[in-house]
Nanobody, 119 residues
Framework: QVHLVESGGGLVQAGGSLRLSCVASGRTFSNYYMGWFRQAPGKEREFVATMSRGGDSTAYADSVKGRFTVSRDNPKNTVYLQMNSLKPEDTAVYYC????????????WGRGTQVTVSS
């Protein structure tokens, strides 16, 4: 089992930037495909971004494409989400998740970090 802890959330004005981090422990980090998700108040959790084990493949939700960038540092057991040009609609709790294969649902989740974007 892998344990995930997110950090880096906070309050930022529209147009600003934040970088989220997710540190993994418990298993070999490079064995996991990593994902970022978010959940806004009153809404279902939604996909934000994903990255392959080696970092050579990424995918993004249309709503964040061109503004958010996912990256990972395997020796540091960390995945990042750089968020630029933030909008009020990006306000949500952001979660990182891990899975061993790209074809299964994510079994491992962090507890989330709050991102609030003011207008």
């Amino acid at each position: 089992q892998v344990h995930l802890v997110e950090s880096g959330g906070g309050l930022v004005q529209a147009g600003g930037s934040l970088r989220l981090s997710c540190v993994a422990s418990g298993r070999t980090f490079s064995n996991y495909y990593m994902g970022w998700f978010r959940q806004a108040p009153g809404k279902e959790r939604e996909f934000v971004a994903t990255m392959s084990r080696g970092g050579d493949s990424t995918a993004y939700a249309d709503s964040v494409k061109g503004r958010f960038t996912v990256s990972r540092d395997n020796p540091k057991n960390t995945v990042y989400l750089q968020m630029n040009s933030l909008k009020p609609e990006d306000t949500a709790v952001y979660y990182c998740a891990a899975r061993e294969k790209p074809t299964i649902t994510y079994p491992y989740w962090g507890r989330g970090t709050q991102v609030t974007v003011s207008s």
